[in-house]
């Protein structure tokens, strides 16, 4: 079983920042959180991941809660290509090459 | 440079027949990993093999077995085939085996009937 909990949907509107929460109160101190999205009939794409603190890269930021028990990608400037499937991750057994165990993910819509 | 490469991009195959899926990693990526979407539904993980190597299987049947070649290219395989196991078949490949992103190719389509 997954162990995110994200919204099933949400909307942004083109330019603003589109901020997507995910809880993950079950998560191990060696587990770290993976952001990626999913847009129709293509493979996931890897966003970013972090442990315990905020990530920043060219794509976007994750602000991870300082007890981890959840965290929140941030898209700054949202396009209509931002338009995807949205899944937070806990990456299970990291050091052992660990697994990938998605939930449903949230659906994002970036509107004109 | 090329990301991961997937063959065949769709494929239909009848029940109980049974289907061989490929993939190429990115070049230098030593470890693959097989994931699973049901349409709907966020994949789920199958396999990872590093260095030619089993290190995770996930909860499917014995029905599905993978492996990897010296050139870190991998092979999942399918017997039996039943309707429900019609889905995207994803294919990952990362950097090493402990941890590094995965990065997934655009997946196979398979349509079992």
């Known amino acids: 079983d997954a162990k995110t909990t994200q919204p099933p949907s949400m909307d942004c509107a083109e330019g603003r920042a589109a901020n997507l929460p995910c809880n993950h109160s079950?998560?191990?101190?060696?587990?770290?959180v993976y952001w990626y999205r999913q847009i129709h009939s293509q493979g996931p794409q890897y966003i970013i991941h972090g442990l315990k603190n905020n990530e920043t890269n060219e794509m976007a930021s994750l602000i991870i809660t300082e007890d981890r028990k959840s965290s929140t990608l941030i898209l700054p400037h949202a396009t209509l290509r931002d338009t995807a499937v949205y899944y937070c991750?806990?990456?299970?057994?990291?050091?052992?090459?660990?697994?990938?165990?998605f939930g449903q993910g949230t659906e994002l819509s970036v509107k004109p | 440079d090329a990301g991961v490469t997937q063959s065949p991009t769709h494929l239909i195959k009848t029940r109980g027949q049974h289907v061989t899926l490929r993939c190429s990693p990115i070049?230098?990526?030593?470890?693959v990993s097989w994931y699973q979407q049901v349409l709907g539904q966020g994949p789920q993980f199958i396999f990872q093999?590093?260095?030619?190597?089993?290190?995770g299987r996930g909860n499917f049947p014995d029905r599905f077995s993978a492996r990897q070649f010296p050139n870190y290219s991998s092979e999942l395989n399918v017997n039996a085939l039943l309707l429900g196991d019609s889905a995207l078949y994803l294919c990952?490949?990362?950097?090493?085996?402990?941890?590094?992103?995965?990065?997934f190719g655009n997946g196979t389509r398979l349509t079992v009937t």
């Open positions: 079950t998560i191990s101190g060696n587990e770290y």
């Open positions: 991750i806990v990456r299970v057994g990291y050091n052992q090459g660990g697994k990938l165990i």
């Open positions: 070049s230098g990526h030593k470890s």
């Open positions: 093999y590093y260095e030619k190597e089993e290190r």
């Open positions: 990952a490949s990362s950097l090493t085996g402990d941890g590094t992103p995965l990065h």
